[in-house]
């Protein structure tokens, strides 16, 4: 297959109304916090039991297109020796990789920060493919202050975004691209607003100077919202408002899907604001989904608290969740669904 074709493939089963990505490629440090709460120790062993649990969810295919994985998870296999990937393949969903090495401070730039990995990334993805990966995830992340991000801070965030995801396309890989605004501090919605724009504005300028083909990445950005430490907080048909346009001022319609993270919003919230999205919007140029980690995967955490004979729980959790959020991709979520069982 020639790598137009191979990207085509690999975008139209990741694309598909109702469904969504589940983010599962928590770096050793961060499942290591997110199992610290139930109790549960992180070792080799329990990150591939819980993971296995995950992707073994009976009929989870009908919600969830994708996963991200984590570099260790690739070569781990689930207990009757099947590889997670293929228990993944086998549901219909494709397997994707993680590939940045993770944030540090941006040099000349106080209080900004970029991401590392470019070094080797070609072979990295050629060794992650024979291993099926199929599409991978980067992460650029920058925080709200008077003075923050920068110009210089977005100006050099956008173009590590761009240069990895036209290595993606290059190796047949279909990128999602993730500039993350954090939700940390008191700053207003409208100052999310404003760099939102100017930061996907710059990466969208990047990506077009890469040659990146939009037709064949997925934009995983974070929701328009007020600071977790703002006075007020927004109702969702706000944050839908407010999103759609700075989507609507700087996103191609040539890219088909943009996927949100849920970067500390509650499963309730994250669902309630892509639900919103959709049924404020019925017609926009690309399809509105979740990329979400926390917000799908907290209830599963807590149903299982690191215990087997939780495994049917939790397994019932994360299917409960998908489920909320594939309605919410058509705008058909109500709150009330959550007391259902
Ligand atoms: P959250 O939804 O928990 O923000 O995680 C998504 C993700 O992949 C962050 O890189």
Redesign the pocket.
Do not use: Q
């Given at each position: 297959m020639d790598i137009e074709d191979e990207l085509q493939a690999t975008i139209a089963e990741m694309v598909q109304p109702g469904k969504g990505i589940l983010?599962a490629?928590e770096s050793l440090p961060t499942i290591t916090k997110r199992f610290k709460p139930i109790g549960a120790e992180s070792t080799e062993e329990t990150r591939r039991a819980y993971r296995s649990l995950l992707f073994s969810t009976p009929k989870i295919g009908e919600f969830i297109s994708g996963v991200?994985l984590f570099e260790e998870t690739l070569g781990q296999r689930a207990d009757d020796g099947t590889l997670l990937s293929e228990v993944l393949s086998r549901q219909h969903i494709v397997p994707g990789i993680k590939v940045d090495k993770g944030k540090i401070p941006l040099a000349r730039a106080p209080g900004d920060e970029i991401t590392q990995g470019l070094d080797g990334l070609a072979e990295r993805l050629r060794v992650y493919k024979g291993q099926g990966a199929r599409f991978a995830?980067w992460?650029e992340v920058y925080a709200i202050s008077a003075r923050n991000p920068s110009r210089l801070g977005i100006d050099a965030n956008a173009e590590m975004l761009a240069r990895y995801a036209a290595v993606c396309q290059e190796e047949g890989f279909v990128p999602i691209v993730?500039p993350?605004v954090l939700i940390d501090g008191d700053h207003s919605l409208e100052r999310c607003l404003e760099v939102t724009e100017a930061v996907l504005h710059a990466v969208f300028h990047a990506l077009y100077r890469h040659r990146v083909i939009l037709e064949y990445m997925v934009l995983k950005p974070s929701m328009v919202l007020p600071g977790k430490l703002h006075p007020s907080q927004a109702t969702p048909e706000q944050v839908a408002a407010a999103t759609v346009k700075v989507l609507r001022r700087t996103v191609p319609a040539a890219v088909p899907s943009i996927n949100f993270?849920?970067?500390?919003l509650s499963p309730m919230e994250a669902t309630a604001n892509l639900n919103a999205m959709n049924a404020l919007f019925p017609r926009l140029p690309w399809e509105l989904s979740f990329?979400?980690?926390?917000?799908l995967q907290q209830p599963v955490l807590q149903a299982w608290a690191g215990r087997v004979e939780n495994r049917p729980a939790a397994q019932q959790a994360l299917y409960r969740r998908a489920r909320l959020n594939g309605l919410a991709c058509h705008g058909k979520y109500r709150p009330e669904m959550e007391k259902e069982t």
């Open positions: 983010a490629d991200i995830k992460r993730e993350e993270l849920s970067g500390g990329s979400y980690g926390r917000a």
